[in-house]
């Protein structure tokens, strides 16, 4: 089993997104992604940018991945992806079917990104015959549903032909949306953000009546409220998911990088943070914490 940091979704400053790549060079992550996937308007760092910080992960060893953005809304974005698709060295992640489309022109390979939407066998069998060698499931998707999709008559024959990564750590993805709820919630409108969304780098929390937090706003997606953490669950992952994918923070990202490779076989079980969840990975309700995982903690 390997372990990814997956992109970061927030937007940090340039100075804080350059210290945390340098960090990870030296971490123990055997695939690191690269890429601003959430809002076009974010530029601290643009593709020069992350190409100088890839070939510096690749010099330390590490897989990098390029993943592009997963709501296109100008020309402008599709010449930047076009950009990514063509960088000529890199694995792209897309995120997007437009990404897909011009990676199989291209006859390029690709990791299928959690934005894709692929809940059925029809839908993955598609995308493995456009070229996709790895493939991150939504967010929703839980054990039992991977395992049908991946033992269906259309796909079993092929299951050594991709891999399957996993997010296990951070905060889900759930939605994205035209509107920027962030620039909103500041009473700006979305065009004079001014990229408000630097100002909170784990996102903007959104708390119901009685006080809890729901969901977290970034910019133009929204995230879970509880973060999604299957770090008790992983010793049971070994013979169906090749990757494990942890999303960076702001805070500890590394350590816990550290902690579920600790654990990968159920050595060093951790008690989750009241803030943490894994419902989705049991067919709960997703902000739900299931304790099935955690039998073997001391």
Same mark, same amino acid.
């Given at each position: 089993m390997k372990f990814s940091l997956g992109p970061i979704l927030y937007y940090w400053p340039k100075a804080t997104v350059v210290t945390f790549y /340098?960090? *990870?060079?030296?971490? #123990?992550?055997? @695939?690191?992604? @690269?890429?601003?996937?959430?809002?076009?308007? $974010?530029? /601290?760092?643009?593709?020069?940018?992350? =190409?100088?910080?890839?070939?510096?992960? $690749? /010099?330390? +060893?590490?897989?990098?991945?390029? #993943?592009?953005m997963t709501l296109l809304e100008s020309p402008a974005d599709i010449r930047q992806l076009k950009r990514y698709c063509d960088n000529g060295d890199f694995l792209v992640e897309a995120n997007d079917i437009g990404a897909v489309g011009l990676l199989a022109e291209n006859r390029l390979p690709f990791v299928g990104g959690s934005a894709l939407n692929c809940y059925n066998a029809q839908s993955?069998?598609?995308? =493995?015959?456009? +070229?996709?060698?790895?493939? &991150?499931?939504? *967010?929703?998707?839980? /054990?039992?549903?991977?395992?049908?999709?991946?033992?269906?008559?259309?796909?079993?024959?092929?299951r050594n032909n991709y891999e399957i990564e996993l997010f296990a750590f951070g905060q889900l993805p759930l939605a994205w949306s035209a509107r920027c709820f962030t620039a909103r919630s500041?009473?700006?409108?979305?065009?004079?953000?001014?990229?408000?969304?630097?100002?909170?780098?784990?996102? $903007?929390? &959104?708390?119901? !009546?009685?006080?809890?937090?729901?969901?977290? @706003?970034?910019?133009? !997606?929204?995230?879970?409220?509880? $973060?999604?953490?299957l770090i008790n669950e992983i010793v049971n992952l070994h013979d169906f998911i090749d990757i494990i994918r942890i999303s960076p923070q702001?805070?500890?990202?590394?350590?816990? @990088?550290? =902690?579920?490779?600790?654990? !990968?076989?159920g050595l060093a079980p951790q008690t989750l943070p009241n803030n943490d969840c894994n419902g989705y990975w049991h067919g709960e309700a997703g902000k739900d914490t299931s304790t099935v995982g955690t039998a073997l903690l001391p």
């Open positions: /340098e960090n *990870a060079a030296s971490s #123990s992550a055997d @695939l690191i992604y @690269l890429g601003e996937t959430v809002c076009a308007k $974010r530029k /601290e760092l643009l593709l020069d940018d992350y =190409l100088n910080i890839a070939h510096m992960l $690749r /010099e330390a +060893g590490k897989q990098v991945v390029l #993943s592009t993955l069998k598609f995308l =493995l015959d456009q +070229g996709m060698k790895r493939w &991150v499931p939504t *967010a929703e998707i839980g /054990e039992r549903w991977i395992k049908k999709l991946t033992q269906h008559p259309h796909i079993s024959s092929v500041e009473q700006k409108p979305k065009d004079q953000c001014k990229a408000c969304c630097i100002n909170y780098p784990d996102g $903007r929390k &959104v708390n119901s !009546q009685e006080g809890e937090t729901i969901f977290v @706003l970034n910019g133009i !997606q929204t995230l879970s409220g509880n $973060r999604y953490n702001s805070h500890d990202t590394l350590q816990w @990088l550290d =902690l579920f490779k600790k654990n !990968q076989h």
